[in-house]
């Protein structure tokens, strides 16, 4: 337990690195076409708009400012990192349609929810168990919770490549990192065109329906948000559905998220 605390606590300072270096959101990568796919099928962008909505790890605040862009009510926006300051200002236009909490995700208050997102965050949480149950907490009877995080299924090549990098990226200072993600980035490139040619090619729909169509810094920073964090974990069909089953959700689904990854979705 000390080890997996000790791997949550350096992910968090990482991931405070890792958005206080990088953080804008421009076009696409920050759109709420984007963040309909993100949701879909389970969420459309109107069951977002006029409800009362959170964020669980919310970086530079991307998914809270999509939210808000899909017409949310209000987001209550969870970050434990130094990106706190971040999230504050890039979110500080929206007045009082945001709240800012520097919490880690167990401590989401219990406000009654109609929505809660986590997206790109349980996978990097040793233990995220107590999280999702605080998630499931938080929401009114109805509401819903949304999240996602990679799958193993669907991923086994870039896994092949990618964890033994990691055992070594991982303990590395993110600025060693953002120089090996330019280093790998003409990799990825020549990749997604082979894809373009071969689309029954392994991450082939992602890459030409989601990665290809952001700005190059935001590809670099995908690839450095695969090498950076201390803690990352991919998830079965089965693991992933009991994240939400054992925290009590009811009409639990999952969607296999452009092959390589899993949309969960549960209702309280």
């Given at each position: 337990?000390?080890?997996l605390?000790k ?5 968090i300072r990482?991931f ?6 990088h ?20 969420l459309?962008v109107?069951?977002?708009r006029?409800?009362?909505c ?8 991307r998914?809270?400012l999509?939210m808000?862009?899909a017409?949310?009510a209000?987001?209550t ?13 890039n979110?500080?236009?929206a007045?009082?349609r945001?709240?800012?909490?520097k ?8 406000d ?19 999280v999702?149950?605080a ?9 819903r ?6 799958g193993?299924?669907g991923s086994?090549?870039y ?5 033994p ?12 990192n953002e120089?090996?993600a330019?280093?790998?980035y003409p ?7 082979l ?9 082939s ?12 810094a ?7 948000d ?16 009991a ?8 009409d639990?689904?999952l ?5 390589y ?7 309280k």
């Amino acid at each position: 337990m000390a080890e997996l605390a000790k791997d949550r606590d350096q992910t968090i300072r990482d991931f405070g690195d890792q958005w206080t270096r990088h953080t804008e959101n421009p076009d696409y990568y920050g759109s709420v076409e984007l963040f309909a796919d993100i949701i879909a099928p389970y969420l459309t962008v109107d069951d977002v708009r006029g409800r009362q909505c959170a964020d669980i790890g919310s970086g530079t605040g991307r998914i809270v400012l999509m939210m808000l862009a899909a017409g949310a009510a209000s987001v209550t926006a969870i970050e434990p990192s130094d990106a706190y300051d971040v999230l504050v200002r890039n979110t500080a236009r929206a007045g009082d349609r945001v709240r800012c909490l520097k919490l880690p995700g167990e401590g989401i208050p219990r406000d009654g929810f109609d929505v809660v997102l986590s997206i790109g965050v349980l996978h990097h949480i040793p233990d995220p168990a107590p999280v999702v149950r605080a998630a499931y907490e938080a929401l009114r009877p109805g509401g819903r919770m949304l999240a996602w995080v990679y799958g193993h299924e669907g991923s086994r090549v870039y896994q092949c490549i990618f964890l033994p990098v990691r055992f070594v990226t991982r303990n590395l200072p993110i600025w060693v990192n953002e120089s090996l993600a330019w280093l790998l980035y003409p990799a990825v490139l020549a990749y997604a065109a082979l894809t373009s040619r071969f689309p029954r090619l392994p991450l082939s729909d992602y890459l030409t329906n989601v990665l290809m169509r952001f700005s190059p810094a935001e590809r670099r920073l995908v690839i450095l948000d695969q090498i950076n964090p201390r803690w990352a974990k991919y998830y079965r069909r089965e693991e992933a559905e009991a994240l939400l089953r054992s925290a009590g959700f009811k009409d639990v689904q999952l969607y296999h998220r452009h092959g390589y990854s899993w949309t969960l979705c549960g209702t309280k």
